[in-house]
Structures are given as C-alpha cells and as structure tokens.
C-alpha cells in the first residue's frame, strides 16, 4: 500500500528541478520553474486536463482538482475509467498508481503578427508529470473534497453540507505529487521578421477577458437566502 | 506513405458512430456525438490539449489546431517532439502516425449545490482519438496552415504575409481526423438532494462570461492602419 504522507513542505522561493519531461525541446526560454507561478497557474483554473494511457493509446479528459500545498487531488465516481486504473477501487486487479500528465491552460491573448508564421497565442500553462494514487486516508479524503470546491469557490467547501458516508464512499481521490512541474507562458507582442515591418497587415495583440455574468439562483431556493460574499467577490 | 486523401465529406446530419473509447462509463446522458455540435465546440476554443504516449508514459500539451470539414490540424516545429514522433521528420526513424488524444473544453458556468457532492461546474467538451499523421502534399500544408490561423481570427489568414518556402520547410503539420468522436456537455443548475433542499445554503449557477478587452497594436505598427473589421467584429 501507498504511504499518503503529505510531501515536505518547500519554501516558495524554492523552484522546481527541471527532468527531461519538463525541459521542452523547443522555445526553452518560455519555460519557468517557479513555485509561485505555478501555484498561481493552478489556482487560477477550474479544470485541468488529465492524461493517462488505456490499452497503450493516450486519454486526455477534463475534470475539477483541487491543491493543497504541494498536493494535487483529483476526484471521480469509484466506477469511473481512469479512478479503476489508478487503483482507486481495492477489487479491481490494477497496479496502484497511474502514470498521468495533467496540464492547466490559461489563453490571455491572441497574437496576430503581419506574417502568418508569427501568429501565435499568449498563454500560461502548467504541466505536471507523475503517478497519481489513491487517497487511503479518511481524514486526508475530506480534505481533498474540500480542497476540490474551495478551488471552484474559494470559501465554499465550509458553506455546503459536507460529504455523507454513502457519498464518501462513492468518491474516489487520487493524489499526485507537485514534483515534475513546469509553467510555460508567452506573453507580449508578435515577433515578425524586421523585412516584414511595412507590410499594409495591421498586428498587435487581441487581450482576452474572463468575468462572470449576473449568478442564477436555483429556482427552488428558499426566500430570503441572499447571494453569499464569497460570490460578490469573485 | 501514408495517404492525405481527405475524408469523403459527410453530411452534418450524420452522427458520429460511437465506439468503445468514445462512451463514457459515467453520465452516458451526456455524452453526445452530433457533428453540428462538435464543430461548434471545436471551432469556439483557441487550443486543444494533445495528448501522446512518450516512452510509455502519457503527455498532454496545449496547442493550436484548426479545421478543415471533418479534419483537423496541429503543427509545429520540425524539431518539436510530438512532430517528430509523427514521422512528420523523414530523418526520424518512428512510425509514421502517432496515437493521440485530442481535447478540447468550455468551461461555461460555476455549479454550487447545497451539498458539496453534488457541486459542478458547467461544460461542453470534444474528445477525438485517433492516429495523427503528418501532411505531405505541399497544397494541403498551405489549406492546413491557413485554417489554424482563421481559427484564432476567421479572416486572418488572407490578410497576413502568407507562409515563404523556409517557413513552410520549418513546419511540420498533423491531420487527425474526426472519426472516433464525442461531445460532452452539461448544462443547468445544481441536482441536490430532495432532503437537502432546506439547508440554509444558497445554491445555483454562476456563468462564465468570455469576451475581449481593447485590443493592443503593436509599437512599432505603421500610422494609417487600421483596426480591421474582423476584429471589431469578434
């Protein structure tokens, strides 16, 4: 059985060892290593993109996760695909653990150069390489789901009724271990060539912008239950 | 060699044929194979997140793609890994073609439930497997090449500098097309409990809003050009 102990923590400051997985073999000097940058990538998106590999071909799904500190959770249903592989489920005859690659993306922006060839996006991303197992721990499990919907709503995880046993029990974590981690970001103007400088092509930077539209209170809410502060402050 | 024959053209009334790999285990009901629909998800996202298998272990990176009927295209340096492994470089002693996954997801609406089990969040999604090959016919390379960049800004490509000789010889494009093929989405407010109706804890949807800030011209962009309407009318 997997040991779930929590990894040590490491000062911010401290960036990540880069390994030949998280070293890309093209535009290096996009690539970061940095705690906070990454934490803050992470923290900023609402799903990420998990790969894992069934019958030799890749899957790539989105789902929610959550952090804790150097501690990424995934969860899923105890009969969901990738939840049986990692050995999330004690009947199933699979190793524990699932190699997995799971990428964040945020797009900030479209580049548009005066040359098709330097058209490109500003994007800030974060890949982490490792094998994600299953939460054993009971008290690390409730954790995890709190760490799931604070990372939807900050704030939230204590104002929902927690999970019951039966939903405990239905509920999968897996873990995965922030420690084959890189960022990779652009950001700026486009880089056309200095000959193509008085082509009649407009270029510059189309910024994207992320909000929220007015809530949707569900149609069965009781009166008089106002729209909590940690939504007015999103 | 493998062929680049396009794909006979298939009306959009036809549904994808579902396959083991493209019917979930979980929430069948949302899962979907309409082509209008997977168009629409495709063409509305700037990047999809590819994911490969590299020495047995699986990568998922963003990047841009682009459609062309029920075809879609990645490229890349020559030099970058995935291409290679493609076979996209002759030099390169791989198998021409390389199993992904390719991914795309909205994220349309923050779902808060008055249980924790039961928060979501809102989404429409496209998975695609297949075998990505590289593009060897020199016209299907400019189509492709023009497609990616209409797909960050439909217009675009006619009004840019197209692509010159050492350009295209730097650029090794992917077609994967849209076979194995699904939808997934979820839409609505939170689906809480009958007995947990009358916890005190507001429930409902938040929306995401997307949308563009003012867009940015480059510095040393010429007096007297102007914002095209294409922008304007993004």
């Not at 690539?31 to 900023?44: G, K, N, P, Q, S």
């Not at 060839?117 to 054993?136: D, E, K, L, Q």
């Not at 999968?172 to 652009?186: F, I, P, Q, T």
């Not at 569900?218 to 502060?229: K, Q, R």
Request: charged share 25%.
């Amino acid at each position: 059985m997997e040991t779930t102990t929590q990894p040590a923590a490491t000062p911010d400051s401290a960036p990540y060892e880069s390994t030949d997985r998280t070293v890309p073999t093209r535009a290096r000097e996009r690539a970061a290593y940095d705690r906070a940058l990454v934490h803050a990538i992470l923290d900023e998106s609402y799903v990420c993109h998990l790969g894992f590999v069934r019958d030799g071909t890749p899957v790539v799904l989105p789902t929610l996760f959550g952090r804790v500190g150097e501690r990424l959770y995934v969860h899923g249903s105890t009969g969901s695909r990738p939840l049986r592989m990692a050995g999330a489920v004690p009947a199933e005859e699979t190793d524990p653990g699932l190699p997995v690659c799971l990428t964040v993306t945020h797009v900030d922006g479209l580049v548009l150069a005066r040359s098709a060839f330097h058209h490109s996006i500003n994007y800030r991303s974060v890949v982490v390489h490792g094998v994600a197992r299953p939460v054993t721990d009971p008290e690390e499990k409730r954790t995890a789901l709190d760490a799931l919907v604070d990372h939807v709503v900050p704030g939230r995880a204590a104002d929902s009724r927690p999970a019951n046993p039966k939903e405990l029990a239905a509920t999968a974590v897996l873990y995965l271990d922030l420690a084959e981690v890189s960022a990779k970001m652009r950001t700026g103007g486009p880089n056309d060539e200095p000959e193509d400088m008085d082509l009649p092509f407009w270029s510059g930077v189309v910024p994207l912008r992320k909000g929220y539209d007015p809530v949707v209170p569900s149609e069965d809410l009781a009166p008089g239950i106002e729209v909590p502060d940690y939504l007015i402050e999103l």
